[in-house]
T-cell receptor, first 114, second 122 residues
Framework: AQKVTQAQTEISVVEKEDVTLDCVYETRDTTYYLFWYKQPPSGELVFFIRRNSFDEQNEISGRYSWNFQKSTSSFNFTITASQVVDSAVYFCALSEGGSYIPTFGRGTSLIVHP | NAGVMQNPRHLVRRRGQEARLRCSPMKGHSHVYWYRQLPEEGLKFMVYLQKENIIDESGMPKERFSAEFPKEGPSILRIQQVVRGDSAAYFC????????????????????FGAGSRLTVL
């Protein structure tokens, strides 16, 4: 069974602060995929990033970076120099290799104050 | 190139009425998913369908809920005799079959979501 835990329900920061959103997962599969989606106030979830279980290389894209550590079953997401437009609910998700159905965490609501 | 279209965006029903939520997948996508989002609970999987075929409905409540994805037309999530506890946002997502870019694993699929349908039961 696959499970995703996002322990942080809500995070509030001031603009330009760095913030890390935690994601811990559980799976028995050796092949799996991890995702982050963003849900802005408009409601539509938007895909951010996908990583597979064989690639632990961390990734950076502009102000966003992702830290994948199999040893701790974590796939954390860091926003550097946060902006008001980053305010949204962020979901971490997991799909086992042969499964069409991703499991989502509860989401972390990020509020960035000006 | 329209994305996933859901309608209605907002639906108000009284207890005991029926709710029908529609979802048109992204062009070229043949897989449709329905998720329900309740406050404090995140996204919960309900059902996964291909054209004319329910693949997995393990997340669907046993009674009052049904889903279809006909050969022609949108996917429909139907809730009969709604109760207040059905109030939630219902999200539809679609994906390509199989894995993208030659990846064999279904788990690699990226879901494209619609904007959701918010059901309020009075």
């Amino acid at each position: 069974a696959q499970k995703v835990t996002q322990a942080q329900t809500e995070i509030s920061v001031v603009e330009k602060e760095d913030v890390t959103l935690d994601c811990v997962y559980e799976t028995r599969d050796t092949t799996y995929y991890l995702f982050w989606y963003k849900q802005p106030p408009s409601g539509e979830l938007v895909f951010f990033i996908r990583r597979n279980s064989f690639d632990e290389q961390n990734e950076i894209s502009g102000r966003y970076s992702w830290n994948f550590q199999k040893s701790t079953s974590s796939f954390n997401f860091t926003i550097t120099a946060s902006q008001v437009v980053d305010s949204a609910v962020y979901f971490c998700a997991l799909s086992e290799g042969g499964s069409y159905i991703p499991t989502f965490g509860r989401g972390t609501s990020l509020i960035v104050h000006p | 190139n329209a994305g996933v279209m859901q309608n209605p965006r907002h639906l108000v029903r009284r207890r005991g009425q029926e709710a029908r939520l529609r979802c048109s997948p992204m062009k070229g996508h043949s897989h449709v998913y329905w998720y329900r989002q309740l406050p404090e609970e995140g996204l919960k999987f309900m059902v996964y369908l291909q054209k004319e075929n329910i693949i997995d409905e393990s997340g669907m409540p046993k009674e009052r809920f049904s889903a279809e994805f006909p050969k022609e037309g949108p996917s429909i999530l139907r809730i009969q005799q709604v109760v207040r506890g059905d109030s939630a946002a219902y999200f539809c997502a679609s994906s390509l079959p199989g894995g993208p870019g030659g990846t064999p694993h279904a788990g690699a699929n990226v879901l494209t979501f619609g904007a959701g349908s918010r059901l309020t039961v009075l």
